[in-house]
């Protein structure tokens, strides 16, 4: 039996990636657990994860974070605190300028951006910090952006992708479109097993 070097070549080089894959994460998770102000069990992250600082930043159990998401603010000291078994996803950005809190299982899907602050309509305003809370099991969709007149998303709604959310979403909502707007709602759990 004769030995294709093609399929030896792939399968040597998805063996390097797995091996550089978890090594990242690794070093990535050791890398956080010794800047974060608290780090719960059990959370990890990929590499390229970046928090502008991470002194002010709080991450709950079984976390997961993907490469490419971005922690930012304006302001010094601005706090994020994220529950437990919250997920977020790749390329993410989280301005927490006025402070962000996120709820314990929310998966905030590729490409989201999420603002906590405005500068009206001057761009060279000092910003204006709005404080936001993500509640528990909120999904929000890719490539949605949560503008920070939206201070409070309501526990268990559904974000659509794409959908640009200006104002506050209900509990249990499912909201999409831009302007976003509620167009369902989500049973919670104990309802869609009855």
Same mark, same amino acid.
């Given at each position: 039996?004769?030995? $294709?070097?093609?399929?030896?070549?792939? =399968?040597?080089?998805?063996?390097?990636?797995? /091996?550089?894959?978890?090594?990242?994460?690794?070093?990535?998770?050791?890398?956080?657990?010794?800047?974060?102000?608290?780090?719960?069990?059990?959370?990890?992250?990929?590499? @390229?994860?970046?928090?502008?600082?991470?002194?002010?930043?709080?991450?709950?159990?079984?976390?997961?974070? =993907?490469?490419?998401?971005?922690?930012?603010?304006?302001?010094?000291?601005?706090?994020?605190?994220?529950?437990?078994? %919250? &997920?977020?996803?790749? +390329?993410?950005?989280?301005?927490? #300028?006025?402070?962000? $809190?996120?709820?314990?299982? *929310?998966?905030?899907?590729?490409?989201? /951006?999420?603002? #906590?602050?405005?500068?009206?309509?001057?761009?060279?305003?000092?910003?204006?910090?709005?404080?936001?809370?993500?509640? %528990?099991?909120? =999904?929000?969709?890719?490539?949605?952006?949560?503008?920070? &007149?939206? &201070? $409070?998303?309501?526990? @268990?709604? *559904?974000?659509?992708?794409?959908?640009?959310?200006?104002? +506050?979403?209900?509990?249990? %909502?499912?909201? %999409? @479109? $831009?302007?976003?707007? *509620?167009?369902?709602?989500?049973?919670?759990?104990?309802?869609?097993?009855?």
């Amino acid at each position: 039996m004769r030995c $294709n070097p093609i399929a030896v070549i792939y =399968w040597f080089c998805r063996v390097i990636a797995v /091996v550089y894959r978890r090594g990242g994460i690794v070093v990535a998770t050791t890398m956080h657990r010794a800047t974060l102000k608290r780090m719960g069990r059990g959370s990890r992250f990929q590499l @390229g994860v970046r928090f502008a600082d991470p002194s002010s930043v709080s991450v709950g159990r079984d976390c997961y974070f =993907w490469r490419g998401c971005d922690v930012s603010s304006e302001r010094r000291n601005a706090q994020l605190v994220i529950g437990d078994k %919250a &997920q977020i996803n790749r +390329d993410v950005h989280l301005d927490i #300028t006025g402070g962000l $809190n996120i709820g314990d299982g *929310v998966t905030i899907s590729e490409n989201v /951006v999420v603002y #906590t602050h405005d500068h009206g309509l001057d761009p060279h305003s000092a910003a204006m910090a709005l404080p936001k809370t993500i509640e %528990a099991d909120v =999904w929000i969709g890719m490539r949605a952006v949560i503008l920070p &007149q939206c &201070q $409070n998303i309501g526990h @268990g709604a *559904v974000i659509g992708a794409g959908a640009i959310v200006t104002r +506050d979403v209900p509990v249990y %909502a499912v909201v %999409a @479109g $831009n302007p976003a707007r *509620v167009i369902g709602q989500r049973l919670p759990v104990a309802q869609e097993v009855a």
